[in-house]
């Protein structure tokens, strides 16, 4: 009788339940999944803004959006508001969706930086239908009727990272993932590949695999303590190492953003979910202490806090090899880079989608996990480098900003840079995360200059670039105008199953 391969996945969190839910859906005949979960060691509890790919994830597993947001207390996203990150009274909205429309082989965003100094000037923000509805905490799903030249709104999710895990446990288990419950002490090694062969509970009982997928958060209890595969450190370029998380009670209107606020050391994130607020102030203990900055994040919320402060240490980086041996490091145990765009559990999500690409058969291939290794890096120094952007152009005045403005970027970055402040281009490779639109945002938002912009934005008369963004602007306007408030869309959809 053909043997059967075991998956033991080490830890219970947003990374664990993710993987196990992702693989009892696409692994049948043939496979075991194990999780192993510690409720007395718990997971990191933050983690609550997402970006629109985890639909694809949703779609992919079968799971009903307006289920998913009503038992994960969720809330709608249409972008990130960066206030005071260019100067301390900025402020723009990295929102998803397109901006504007190109006009034949040229962006949008030339016809926008041709405007600059003219009287049809108006922000960025203007030509985006996210930024607009975001603003006017406004949300419609999917393409509206009739005559739409903008198409719909592109969104993400706010949610309860614990009851996401909930929500993911049973939809696994019902497909047969098994849990087990138990803290693990020991990592059993083989003498000879140097494999996990197997991981021994505080009770004494022990969980075999043949393929382990390590998601047990910061420690890297598999990839990091048994097998020390060693870890990239990004401070230099990241320096944010502290975070001090506490839940406010909810405030209206029910705002469809995540706002981060810049502040002294760091910056402070606000998630709106349907039944109370997550704050957080992620800071750099070089130029700010713990305590400090818990006080500003306690002087700076919208309501009433309604649990305990809690600070996490990180180390911006990743790990130098995000599989190695049979172990395969997903989440905070493959590394962290900043919450600042949502971006961790999207990297749990991709990193899932490439282990079932690479999926090893009875023999595991060097060449498979090289590959794996190879553009799980690339995607990582990509979303590293646009999450540099925010702090390096920045023209605040403290000390730690003054410091990330003068500190050197990878090249990869003062290219893009480059390029963007000579004529406002902007390149993507690959399968880099962030589209172009993403770029502009920021760097715009944050105040890079473009000199010039594409020549070809030059053949409309300026009375016909006039005309064009202003027919495009007031087509955002009354399309966000039709839409009905967050709250009211949410009320009627996916109302907080535990209000
Ligand atoms: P954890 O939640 O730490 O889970 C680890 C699991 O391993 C737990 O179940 C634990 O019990 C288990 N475990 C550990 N040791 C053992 C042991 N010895 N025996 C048995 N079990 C064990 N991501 C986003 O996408 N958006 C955000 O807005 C966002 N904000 C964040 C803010 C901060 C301050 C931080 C630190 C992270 C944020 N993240 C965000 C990242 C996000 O929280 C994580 O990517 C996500 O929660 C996944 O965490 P995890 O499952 O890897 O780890």
């Not at 849990?179 to 509970?201: K, M, P, Q, Y």
């Amino acid at each position: 009788m053909e043997q059967s391969r075991t998956i033991t996945i080490v830890g219970g969190g947003t990374a664990g339940w993710m993987t196990a839910a992702t693989l009892s859906r696409y692994l049948g005949r043939g496979w075991r999944i194990v999780l192993v979960e510690s409720e007395e060691i718990g997971t990191v509890g933050v983690g609550e803004a997402t970006i629109p790919q985890l639909q694809i994830l949703h779609r992919a597993l079968g799971i009903d959006e307006d289920q998913f947001l009503s038992r994960c207390n969720g809330t709608y996203k249409l972008g990130i508001e960066f206030a005071g990150w260019g100067d301390a009274d900025s402020r723009y909205i990295h929102a998803f969706g397109e901006i504007g429309r190109p006009l034949g082989l040229v962006p949008f965003h030339h016809y926008w930086l041709r405007s600059r100094g003219k009287a049809a000037f108006r922000a960025l923000d203007a030509y985006s239908l996210n930024a607009v509805a975001a603003y006017a905490g406004r949300f419609q799903r999917g393409a509206p009727q009739g005559r739409a030249p903008l198409g719909g709104l592109g969104h993400a999710y706010h949610f309860d990272a614990s009851l996401y895990a909930r929500f993911l446990r049973e939809y696994a288990e019902a497909r047969g993932v098994m849990r087990i419950e138990g803290r693990i002490v020991d990592v059993a090694l083989d003498g000879e590949s140097g494999n996990v062969t197997g991981v021994t509970l505080a009770g004494g009982e022990r969980i075999g695999g043949d393929l382990f997928v390590d998601c047990s958060g910061f420690r890297g209890l598999l990839i990091e303590q048994a097998l020390g595969t060693g870890y990239e450190d990004w401070t230099r370029w990241l320096p944010c190492d502290g975070a001090i998380a506490v839940q406010c009670a909810r405030t209206d209107p029910l705002l469809p953003f995540t706002r981060s606020t810049a502040r002294e050391a760091g910056w402070q994130w606000r998630i709106p979910l349907q039944t109370r607020t997550g704050n957080g102030h992620v800071f750099c203990s070089r130029f700010m202490e713990a305590d400090k900055a818990q006080d500003v994040l306690l002087a700076n919320l919208d309501g009433a806090p309604v649990t305990e402060p809690r600070l996490l240490r990180f180390t911006t980086g990743r790990r130098k090899r995000f599989w190695h041996r049979n172990v395969v490091a997903l989440g905070l145990a493959a590394g962290f880079m900043e919450p600042l765009e949502s971006t961790s559990i999207h990297l749990v999500q991709s990193g899932i989608e490439r282990l079932l690409r690479f999926l090893p058969g009875s023999d595991l291939r060097d060449a498979d996990v090289d590959a794996f290794n190879a553009q799980t890096v690339f995607e990582y120094e990509a979303v590293r480098d646009f999450l540099i952007l925010h702090y390096k152009v920045n023209r605040r005045a403290e000390p730690f900003w003054r410091a990330c403005a003068e500190m050197q970027v990878p090249d990869s970055l003062a290219a893009k840079i480059d390029l963007f402040e000579a004529n406002g281009r902007i390149t993507r490779f690959n399968e880099e995360l962030f589209a172009e639109v993403g770029w502009l945002q920021v760097m715009a938002g944050q105040g890079l200059k473009p000199a010039g912009h594409h020549p070809l934005a030059d053949q409309p008369t300026d009375a016909e670039l006039a005309e064009f963004l202003s027919l495009l602007a007031n087509g955002v306007a009354q399309q966000v105008g039709a839409m009905p408030t967050h709250l009211d869309f949410i009320a009627r959809h996916s109302p907080a199953a535990l209000a």
